[in-house]
């Protein structure tokens, strides 16, 4: 019985797309990291203003702001290539037509800005 071929554990290292896969993987960690925080940012303004101060306070720490920037990064690498393989995740068609990539790919971005922009005017209000 032959054994299974031994992988080293740089395999990803080796071609481009490997790393950007083990990249998006590993943003699930930050991502989840920035959820909790997220969380507990809504606690602590269910809890009143002396607790949210306390914990304002404590995000603007440097290593806070740098775990942000780190977790929006990674956001930024989730969304680009889950966008690039939505043409082959989600083929649409239009009679026997299908739609190009690009125009898939276009309309994810446009519906991302327009979200934004919602949101911004929300919170800027």
Known sequence: MPYPRQRSNTWFLKRWPYRIFMLRELSAVFLAGYTVLLILLVAKVHDGRGAFKDYADTLQSPALIVF????????????????????SALPVRIGEEKVPAVLLIGAHYAAMLGATIVIFAVALA
């Open 68 to 87: 942000n920037v780190i977790a929006l990064l990674f956001a930024l690498l989730h969304t680009f290539t889950w966008f690039q393989a939505v043409p």
